[in-house]
Structure formats: structure tokens, C-alpha cells
């Protein structure tokens, strides 16, 4: 009964069923045919993903998982999408600073607010986590979810990048779309796990990744229920509720997955923690960096930078059988077609 | 390429996939032949449901919903499983203070932990939420979150509730099994919503409900990611992290699905804020509640009742709409066969 129900989760039509029944069977045939992976150049990296996938998936394999543990998680900016030179939700949250300045004159004389207002980015930048904790939540509250969500939507379906002269919401990177395809057509659950808000990525995690709303873990606000007008909704607080972040991460994993991962994929030290704990678990486990070396197609960073700082990890990796991705020579093209 | 992916989550051999195809339509046929809710009795309540599913299943329909959408979320105790006389929580709760009595000598002269040794259940009660929570907090921390899963699973089953002589896991209603299973195979995602423990639950919901361990939104322990002779592990720490209860539950639902669910099922006064939140959406609902009045094969209980309130609710359900199911009227079986 568990396969009928798996299989027919999209549709209850009989007919419709078995033309897709016939139609996914030549989808296999092509699919397997062909590279799952075009956009990776051999290597390392890829060899490594084709043998876990093979070896996890192959029934009898001594390495085999069940399919509902073949849960990847995937860290967010750096490893799905551009970080660089400012991850973009806090982009976000400085364009909603200038929005919202009129109804908040206080923040003429009120630091990091004023140096912000002013241009002043290097003074908002010595304000450190905590000035930019605080423009996070003075910029992300005092809304319903949904208004949130709207906005955040609207900003990313507006706003280019200026590097890439692309969208930020398109500034995805096809080998990871490719790769979350791949663990999809092969059983895995594949979910987000970033310290981005939760809302700020669930409106694109479908359209970008495939990813539904209910598989991205993120940080958070409090929110708290309210009628409204007659309508039931959930105000956003100013007030952070969990860092999904560092040791959060594997805390955010469990509270919302319940299972501990067997791939996770990274770009930072930041993603240590979450790939520990994935690599913790019994049986085979694969835990991978994205390590940025393209400066011409993307961009170079890594120990020094002050987003995405890859030092610890570099350092490690070797030992503890993590796989470091290196961009420029392992992926044969960084973003998808506009 | 969606409904391939859909479609080869659980396997990638072609002529097994062939198979399958074949195999659905004969099951669809038949489960559409068949009632899909044998063990409800035709009344308001069943005709309500099947109305329902029939609408926003249909596609053209002025009600159809979206796949995606289909959220349906079930509260735990007294809704898919008997919670009278006690929570079950609170049974292995109690159970844990004696069990763990040895290494608390202090518990001797501290209440509420002082009565529940000597059995002095009446100051226990008087202790009220506070003291409960006290008992709780201290049952239920200070191990890996594996080994308070192991605990939890070893006395779910041994364990057996006094009236009816079966494993408190297997006190579930067989009406509810139906229910959960038509919405799935009507492209629903079910998930528990409880202000129970999540990793109380996890460990019974996919054998029990066939609910999968992620699509269980519940109260929670601050946990604390270690790394414990050598192993990254979760350890949970005296100490709330989250309550999914009353107005946590619509905080909880938009935290872990991110999207407003169509079809709410409670049976008490504290279901009240989800099943409105759910209500609340546009397009079209559907809001139910068990009604325990069934003292022959399970409990009937209401509005003094000491769990499971359900007093508002009556009070409320004819203008709002919410559909009262009456568990003697309503279910023509209440347990599956052992």
C-alpha cells in the first residue's frame, strides 16, 4: 500500500496514472543514459557523489539506506546561491532600512541606522553582529508573515546583482540544482538548511530548487498569533527566536527533520557543526564544501573573507574525509542559462 | 520533469517502475470502488469530509487546491489516540521518577516528586501545570536525543492502558487511520500537530499513522549540540524550548510547514487557534473535532473535564462551522483490530 500511495500522491485518475507510468519509464531510460551531473568536470568531487548515490541506492549494496533516511541538507547562501561581497538577505534588510526610514525618525540619531542612512557602510559594518542583528529585526517585524513574505518576494523578483547582472533570486548555481535533481530521482528528501531566515527563503525554494516550503530550516522570529480585522495571522515579533546557525544547525535539523542527514553540503566553517553531525551517523555518509576559487566567474574567498569564512575546514578536511569542492575547477559552468 | 521526480522518489529501476504503473490502477480502481471510510457511520460528519476531498480534489472544481497545498494537520492526544484518564506523556513521565528515583535522592522531600513516590496522586494533581512541568522537565533531559527516543519506544511497547488491555501505542482510532490514509491517497500530506513531545511521538508516527517522523510538529526541549566521547550528539537540557499548544499551534504549524493547512482535526478547546488559523485561509476548509461521548468503548468527556476541554468549542462550532464528530454516533468502530 506504501508504494500506491507514494505514487499517486499527485493525482487520482486512473487513466492519467498510467500514462505516466509509461512516460517516466522513458524518462529513465534517457535519464540514466545521461550524466545526471553535465555541469560537473570529472574529478574528485564528482567521482565521489556518483559512489555514495550508487552505493547507498543499490539494493543489497552493504552501504544501502532505506529511502525515507536519505535525507541532504544543503546550506544556503555560498552553497546553493551567491553570498558575495554581502549575503543578500542583509542587502535586503538595508534597502527596508531607506523604505522605512519616514516612520522611524529615530533612526537619524540612532546607530547602525544613521551611518546606514548615510552610506556610511564601514561604520555599519564595526557595528558587527549585533548592529546587524539589530537591522535584521527592526526591518523584519512588526508585520504578519505573509506581509512579510510579500515583500521579500517582491524585492527578490526585482533586484539584480551587480556583478552578474542578474536577479539575486537567479544567481543559483546549476551544478547544485543538478546535484539536488540527481539525489531527488534517487530517493533522497532533499531540504535547506541555512542560518537565512526561514521566510525569506521559503518563497523561492520551490522555484529555485524544488524544494518545498516544509523542507527549508532557517532562523527565525518569534511570531505570535492575533486576530486581526477578523483574520486569524501570525505577527512577526522583533525579537530573534532561534539562530539556525554553527551548533544550531544540527539542533534546527533535528527539531524540524527528526532524523540525522546521511549527505550535507556546505561552503563554511559556519556548516561544520551540521556536517559533524551528518558524517556521526552510522553507515556510509558524504559531507562537501563548496570552497570558492573562481574569481572570474564567481569570486575567490575563503580564510580571510568576512562572509563564508573557510579556514577550520581547509584545515581539516583531509582528516575527516569531507570533500572540498573546488569551484573553478570542478564545476564546468556556475550558473544556469537566464 | 516535476512529475518524474515525483514519481521515482522510491525507486529508479525502469521495469519495476513499469510495474508499479500497472499495479496503481489496479489499486485505484479498487480503493475508488470502496468506501475509503468504512468505520464511519454516514452522517454529517462523514458526508462533510467526503464533500470536501471530492471539492478541492477536482480539478476545474471552483474549490480545488493546489497538491502542494493540501496540508492536513491532526492534533495527537484524543484526536488519533485515547489521552483519558491521563496524557500518556505524563503516565511514562511518572513512570521515569520512579525508574530514576536512586540517582535523585533530593526528590525524597521535593514535591511534586515527593507525592508521585508515595503515590499521593491528589497533590500531584494540585500541583497543577507547574508542578507537571517540573516533572517533565526532569524525566525528560540530561540524555541524547536518541536515548530519550530508545526510552520512550521501550515503554510505548510494554506499556499497556488499564481499560482496554492493549499497548497504550496501539490506543489509536481506527476511524482516524482511514481518514489519514483517504487524505493521502487524495494527495494530502498529513501531518501530527501536538502539544505533545515531538521525540515522544516521532518514534510511533510512521508505525502508527504512517505519518513520516518530519511531518511531526510538537513541544519541545532546549537541546544542545555536543560532541560526546568522540560523537556528535544532541543532548536535551532541563529546560522548555517551545510549547505547541493553544496559540503555540499556529506558531508551530507556520514554523515547520510554512504554509496555512486546509483541513484541521483537534478534540479539545486547546485546538481551537489551529483549527481558526486553518479556517482562516481563503478558499475552501475544513475544521473538525472529536467529541468524546462514547463511555462504553472509550471515555465521554467534555467541558469539565480535566484533559481534554472541550467546552468553547461546543460553544462555538454551529456559527463557525466546525463540524463536532460524535464518537459514539459517528464511529461505527473506535480501535483497529490487535
Known sequence: MNLYKRRNKANSRFSLSAFIGIFSLFLCSVSYAADPLPSWNDGTAKTAIGEFIAAVT?????????????????????????????????????????????????????????????????????????????????????????????????????????????????????????????????GFKTFIVSGGGIQFMRPISEKNYGIPREQVVGSNAVSEFQIKDGNPVLVRQP????????????????????????????????????IEFTMGGEGRRLGLFVHHTDADREYAYDRESHVGTLDKVLDQADAKGWIVVDMKRDWQTVFPPE
Not at 551548533?247 to 553540503?265: C, D, S, T
Open 239 to 274: 525579537k530573534i527566536g532561534f539562530v539556525n546557525d554553527k551548533a544550531g544547525k544540527p539542533v534546527g535539523i533535528y527539531e524540524h527533520i527528526g532524523r540525522r542527514p546521511v549527505l550535507a553540503f556546505g561552503n563554511s566553517d559556519s556548516d561544520m557543526e551540521m
Open 58 to 186: 543499490e539494493e543489497g549494496s552493504k552501504d544501502y539506506i532505506e529511502p525515507a533516511e536519505r535525507i541532504a541538507v544543503f546550506d544556503h547562501d555560498g552553497t546553493l546561491w551567491v553570498e558575495y561581497p554581502m549575503y543578500t538577505q542583509l542587502l535586503f534588510a538595508f534597502e527596508r532600512v531607506k523604505e522605512l526610514a519616514p516612520q522611524h525618525p529615530e533612526w537619524k540619531t540612532t546607530q547602525p541606522f544613521k551611518a546606514l542612512l548615510e552610506g556610511d557602510m564601514k561604520t555599519v559594518g564595526a557595528s558587527g553582529m549585533k548592529g546587524l542583528m539589530e537591522i535584521v529585526v527592526a526591518t523584519h517585524s512588526g508585520m504578519t508573515a505573509a506581509e512579510f513574505e510579500m515583500e521579500a518576494s517582491r524585492w527578490l523578483a526585482t533586484t539584480k546583482h551587480p556583478k552578474f547582472d542578474r536577479l539575486y533570486s537567479d544567481c543559483i548555481y546549476l551544478p547544485q540544482l543538478e546535484l539536488l535533481a540527481y539525489l531527488r530521482s534517487s
